[in-house]
């Protein structure tokens, strides 16, 4: 029996069962199910599409466009319930993409892209050529046969990169360790298992409230659950479904009720604004936990998905195709918490909901660990967020004008006395002359940080006198309506320009403001209450104070990887000078 021969006739064996006996992935065809109904047609939307779009897609050097064009043909090919199953239209599209996907591979089974040659970039495209693979092994269809043979070289080539590459990021380990288990799953070699075992050795590192180290709803959603997921499929691996239990569990403190993540404590691209994470990123790890668990939350939660979101859900087609007990009903009970206040210490992040009012306070940002606002740090320097309805107070911030250090950057978040306090200290030097044994005859002196900047001045040499400047908020829930007290202390430094920004979302009206000059989205609150609805959904905000006009502040090093630091929307200053003691309700 030749090696193909092989594969196919012990496929299914091969995807074996685990989880106590519960699961399995064993490809199969005919489902009644209306949910897969629907799915499929989803998918078969995605397919029209790909098929109007192809010469673009086969053209562009987006080699994971590539990849998902392969996965959504091939699940579609295979389910007897697309109109496009065993379509002969798909056969040139899908054979054409996997030679291109050939010729732009390299010589050590990795591809371009964004990043080069980059083995986790490759591993998320494994992530669905094994997927299609498996579908279109167990069909053995005569008109996938040389289809076959060319994704089987694509996956064995990249399985070498995969097997000895290395990645950039903490998720990365996980998107690995997944693709190389599926790879295990069509052509098993213990090279394989024993690479993941090398990146799972190095443990989870996921907090006491299921957060992974990079605190991100972007990578938890895509990569992180769905990864180890996989991971504890395919090989047996039932201790890896705590980690992913635990993150979904923390995911409902997370979700709004609009389907947005609450992102402010991430360490990667999505804390930046304009960036949401919907929870129906989180589909397939939620119906499976929610079946295997039975857990009401994941219940409910994944029933919202399906209910709001089916036209989102058309990729994971093969996963149903694949997975029997995805078919499986959810329990008739199930509900999502709709009050608590939820401190998770990990993050320096508080989560509160009372009812159709939710809030978060934060003071997690990594700004002081890193001395600077460096990609891969927590840096958003947002503190407080309330939403009602659909009024949306996006950001509550501080810029102080103090030597451009920017925005307030609380240095952790202390519980206590019924509140939440957040503080920094910031302290800027003036420099004095070298002391004579650090003197050059020349003058030409090291480039050294001063903490703000560089410069050949050699400042770690030299005495310094500082201005200090302290920020203080304490946040305190006043009602269990969802009302908040924001009282201010900014002080040690005199006549310091203190700027507060609160900043709405779009979409809605503000009253009691006044417009700032040369820009539409800027307004004053000078005094008393100022409010913004959007339709009978109102927050208030006040009073206001008026004691100089000057912009917020970024800090001169701030950066985040495919972000800014802008809030979008209708910004409302509120501004003093130090000493500053005053109290924001806002409700």
Known sequence: MNRSDFIKNTLSASLGAVAAGRSSYSVYRNTRSDLTASISRVNDRRVGEYLNNFHQIAQSSRNRSKSSFLLTLSAAFYHNESRYYHSAELIHPMEETARILIQHQHSNGTFDSGNLQSPPDSAFMVEQFWRAQA???????????????????????????LVTGGVHTP????????????????????RYVDRIDDWLGEGIGQDEDGQHPERSPNYDSAVNNQGLLDVAILLKRPELFEYVRKNLELTLYLAEPNGEVETVASRRQDQAPGRPVMI????????????????????????????????????YLSDFL???????????????????AKHLTGSGLVRIKRGEKSASIYGGSDWHLGQGAWS???????????????????????????????????????????????REER??????????????????????????????MDFGNRPKDYLALRSEVLVREVSESGAFELEFRVDQTENVDVTIELCF??????????AKENDSDAFFLGE????????????????????????????????????????????????????????????
């Open 135 to 161: 579908l279109l092994l167990k069909d053995k269809s005569e008109q996938t046969a040389t289809l076959r043979k060319l994704v089987e070289t694509i996956i064995l080539n990249a399985g070498e990169g």
């Open 171 to 190: 998720n990365h380990r996980w998107a690995i360790c997944a693709a190389l288990a599926g790879v295990n799953t069509l052509y098993p070699d213990q």
């Open 280 to 315: 129906h990123r989180y589909y397939l790890p939620y119906r499976y936990m929610a079946i295997k668990d039975q857990n009401p939350g994941f219940i409910a939660i994944t029933r919202q998905i399906e209910t709001k979101y089916m036209s989102a859900l058309g990729g």
């Open 322 to 340: 694949l997975h029997s007990d995805l078919q499986d009903p959810l329990a008739a009970s199930g509900h999502l918490p709709v009050q608590y």
């Open 376 to 422: 891969g740090l927590s840096v958003n320097p947002t503190f407080f967020k309330l939403r009602s309805g659909n009024a949306i107070l996006e950001s509550v911030r501080m810029s102080p004008a103090f030597f451009s250090t920017g925005y307030f950057m609380s240095n952790g978040l202390d519980a206590r006395d019924q509140a939440f306090h957040l």
């Open 427 to 456: 302290r800027v030097p003036y420099h004095q002359p070298l002391p004579a044994h650090a003197r050059k005859e020349n003058g030409v002196y090291e480039m050294t940080p001063d903490g703000r900047f560089y410069s050949k």
């Open 505 to 514: 979302r779009k979409g809605g009206e503000l009253s009691g403001v006044t």
């Open 528 to 587: 008393g209450m100022g409010s913004y609805r959007v339709g009978n959904d109102v927050i208030e905000f006040g009073p206001g104070r008026k004691e100089h006009e000057r912009n917020p502040q970024s800090n001169e090093q701030y950066s985040v990887h495919n972000g800014g630091i802008t809030q979008e929307g209708y910004r409302v200053y509120i501004t003093a000078k130090t000493p500053f003691f005053d109290t924001l309700t806002i409700r």
